[in-house]
Every structure is written in C-alpha cells, then in structure tokens.
C-alpha cells in the first residue's frame, strides 16, 4: 500500500511556543490530506481537511488560527501547533488520498507533549 | 446527525475465542466502509473494506466482515483470536453525500488472553 510519513513522531515543547508536523505522501500525489487528533482511549476526531493548493477546511470548534495547516504541495502538509498550552497535548494523526482512490493512507502519528 | 457507532468500548477474550465486533452507520446513499486496527504504539492499519460488489469482505490477518445495508451495519469478525489481536479496532465510514471524509466510530479495545 501506499506510504505516509509523518515527523517527527513526538515532540515536547514549552508552553506558548510553536511546534510544527510534516506530513510526505512517498509514493503518490495526495491531493487531499486530513489531519485529526486522538486522545488517550478515545477515537480520532477530523481537525481539518485541505486540498492541495487551497485553504483547509477546519471541522466546527477547532480554532483555524492555533492550527495552521499548509498544504503547498501533492507531497507535502504540515500542521503548525501555535502557542501551544498543555492541553494541546494530544496525538496528532493525519492520512492521505490521491484522486482516484477513496481510500486513506494513515501516517504513523505525532505525539505532541506541551509542558 | 451522522455518526458512526461501535457497540463495545472493551472486549476480553481468551485465544482462539471467535470474535464478532459491532459497527452501524447513520449515512445515507453510498458509503465505504473500514475497518483499522491500531497496534499499541503503532499508526492505523487498514484490516479490510467494502465499496461494492460481494457485501462479505475478507481482510487480512483472518478478518472478515459483513455489510448489511438494511440494517446499516459493518460488523467485524474473526474465526479465532490470537493474543497477537490485541488492540484498537476501528470501524470508518466514507459517505458520497457528505464530501467523502472519513468518520471513525470510537474505537473497541479487544484483549486477548493467552
């Protein structure tokens, strides 16, 4: 199957910095990439969609302007956690979908720690 | 509104018990289906799917499940479960009529006992 990257795979940082999440397609051109999160024991809640090239779609109650999402390119989004507090931490998961496929390739997941 | 609902929150088995593991959908019109299975520590694996044809779907690792479109449900199955099963299983719903985004149940915890 297809590959997703995701990097790094945890991360800790002080409160009220930025951390930032890349997530590669390897081995196809992602036209679509989801970002969710996940937190401890529970399922994975959609942040935000994006389209290659266009603004992302954030899911109601996550703030678009904490969660910065880029996704310049068919290979390439990155999700930039700003001035992120203690409850921010959680795990962070995104997936990927070429054109012509409904399937999701899954990267394998950044564990973000705010201390 | 649209959900994706899986019966048990935690299911304890011992080795070569059969598992049958619950999912319903609320959608409506055309939908995928999966299911995942998340490893501890692991990232999500795709265990199998469904998006037309035979309504029973085999997977890998001995998984198999069967949609049934009149009562909305996915469920997952398993002859016989290896302590190796241990872990999170989520069920996923694709829906053409709500922009084609993955929606995840909430997940069932099987333990296995050896």
């Known amino acids: 199957g297809a590959v997703v990257s995701q990097h790094p795979s945890w991360v800790i940082c002080k409160s009220g910095t930025s951390v930032k999440i890349e997530c590669r397609s390897l081995d196809f051109q992602a036209t679509t990439m989801f970002w969710y999160r996940q937190f401890p024991k529970q399922s994975l809640m959609l942040m935000a969609t994006?389209?290659?090239?266009?603004?992302?779609?954030?899911e109601q109650g996550v703030e678009k302007d904490k969660f910065l999402i880029n996704h310049a390119s068919l290979t390439l989004s990155t999700l930039t956690v700003t001035s992120a507090h203690p409850e921010d931490s959680s795990f962070y998961i995104c997936?990927?979908?070429?054109?012509?496929?409904?399937?999701?390739?899954f990267g394998q997941g950044t564990r973000l720690t705010v201390v | 509104a649209q959900s994706v609902s899986q019966h048990n929150h935690h299911v304890i088995l011992s080795e070569a018990a059969s598992l049958e593991l619950g999912c319903n959908y609320s959608?409506?019109?055309?939908?995928?289906l999966f299911w995942y299975v998340q490893y501890p520590g692991q990232h999500l694996q795709l265990l199998l799917k469904y998006f037309s044809g035979d309504p029973l779907v085999k997977g890998i690792k001995g998984f198999e499940a069967e949609f049934i479109k009149s009562k909305f449900s996915f469920n997952l199955r398993k002859p016989s479960v290896q302590w190796s099963d241990t872990a999170e299983y989520f069920c996923a719903v694709t829906a053409y009529n709500y922009g084609q985004n993955f929606v995840f149940g909430p997940g069932t915890r099987l333990s296995v006992l050896p």
């Open positions: 997936s990927a979908r070429d054109a012509g496929n409904t399937e999701a390739f």
């Open positions: 994006s389209n290659e090239g266009s603004k992302a779609t954030y």
């Open positions: 959608y409506g019109g055309t939908v995928n």
